[in-house]
């Protein structure tokens, strides 16, 4: 028995679209923000770290969709070898690359937090 994304693969494939595509467009309008602030709200450093992330991000969402648009069926299971499953995986690990870049994007958030969201960076 599958999960609930083999019962409505388009919704689920559409929510993960808008889920991973907008949320690497606000991450990178975040990191323009960092670098609009700085350095009176970030160091420097925070702000390369946070761009670099975005950009690791957009490099990894493109082939996600990509492969992702490719594969034509809807499977929890895959085998080496099948047919598309090397676009299923290359695609899981871009989407992984994404989920894991959006963490660390909000880890670097951990000090802005700690210092008071008013109280600009002494």
Request: aromatic letters at 16%; proline letters at 4%.
């Given at each position: ?52 992330i975005s950009i690791v991000s957009w490099i990894a ?37 994404v989920a894991f870049g959006f963490i660390f994007f ?11 969201i008013y109280e600009p960076k002494q």
């Amino acid at each position: 028995m599958g999960g609930i994304e083999l019962s409505v693969p388009s919704v689920h494939d559409g929510g993960a679209l808008v889920a991973f595509g907008s949320g690497v467009v606000y991450i990178t309008l975040q990191s323009v923000i960092s670098f609009k602030s700085c350095p009176q709200w970030n160091s420097h450093s925070t702000c390369y770290v946070r761009m670099a992330i975005s950009i690791v991000s957009w490099i990894a969402v493109i082939p996600m969709i990509a492969c992702a648009s490719l594969i034509s069926i809807t499977k929890i299971d895959w085998i080496p070898g099948e047919k598309d499953y090397t676009y299923h995986f290359v695609s899981a690990i871009c989407e992984w690359t994404v989920a894991f870049g959006f963490i660390f994007f909000f880890l670097t958030f951990i000090r802005d937090f700690q210092v008071g969201i008013y109280e600009p960076k002494q």
